[in-house]
């Protein structure tokens, strides 16, 4: 567009607005505003009259003005439409300027995250290292940091070369990160075999700084270690209270048998007359043994025993030396129950 210029010649001809001005103000200096007799309000109305018709004289000299002046009224008039009409493209045209700027810088900004997170997809496949989308990925992807790297840059290129930076910071970043996994994941397999039952949730644990994973290594293992001596204290003393005859001492065994002595002689005795009294013809008519007729089955003989340790151990004695050395007796055994 070519440079604007108007010229104007704005003279007036002839006017006496100077000396009628200087009058009016006369006349309005001299008012009285102190109103008390009939003279004063009859001066004061003529005074109002007076000066409303000096405004209609002041508007019509104005009009007349304007009028003489049509050329130069039709002029400001359309300089004022196009002033109009121009403001309203340049805001319109800011407006789509800074939208469209911003619409580029997001696209920039994601196209870096996009980058970034096949980047690390890369990592898992690879290198292997599934541990690797189980940890924090957050501070690589976090839209924040792309941005601040495009803060300020003037220009597409600008853009670019924000972009490219972050990237190729965070890249590294993720390198490192995969090797202190990689690190870790090597650790955790050396473990020895009993202790990698603690470790199911490997994949969260790679992810640790390598002191803190060591730290937690320690706690779990030595918690273990510390179950599993706990648990063969208890065992042991299980089987301390768990006495099986054949661990109970034979001066126990010989004092039971003492005991009972007696009683078992006079059973035999009882048993060979009764034999003796019996006819041959009764003994041929005797049932065979019920052990021969009848099927063999497994059974238990269960004896509550509320005593000492001592008399129990008598008692057991006692079963032992009568019912040891039978065949169809396959355990003899002294148990002490926890519960009571």
Known sequence: MNQLFIKLTGTVNSSNFDIWKKQLIAQIQAVNVELITDDDFVI?????????????????????????????????????????????????????????????????????????????DNQIIDKQINAFKKCDLTPFLKRSRFESAVSGKAGIRGLEIGIEQICTQIKTEISEKAGKIQHNKIKLDALPEVYKILFQDAALLTCLPEDELEAEINKRTTRYDEEMARREAEES??????????????????????????????????????????????????????????????????????????KAKRVAGIIKSEYGNDSSVQLIKLIHHRDE
């Open 44 to 120: 004061a109305s003529k005074q109002a009259r007076s000066f409303k018709a000096a405004e209609k004289s002041l508007k019509e000299a104005k009009q007349s003005a304007i009028n003489q002046a049509e050329e130069i009224q039709q002029l400001f008039t359309a300089i004022d439409e196009i002033t109009e009409e121009a403001r309203q493209a340049r805001l319109s045209l800011e407006r789509q300027i800074k939208t469209r700027k911003l619409e580029i810088k997001q696209q920039y900004i994601q196209s870096g995250i996009e980058e970034i997170q096949r980047f690390i």
């Open 237 to 310: 003393a299980r089987e301390i209270e768990n006495i099986t005859i054949e661990n109970i001492t034979i001066e126990n065994t010989e004092a039971a048998t003492e005991v009972d002595a007696s009683a078992l002689e006079l059973n035999q005795n009882d048993n060979n007359q009764h034999k003796n009294d019996q006819t041959p013809a009764e003994n041929m008519t005797q049932d065979p043994d019920p052990d021969q007729r009848q099927q063999i089955k497994k059974y238990q003989i269960i004896i509550d025993l509320l005593s000492t340790l001592d």
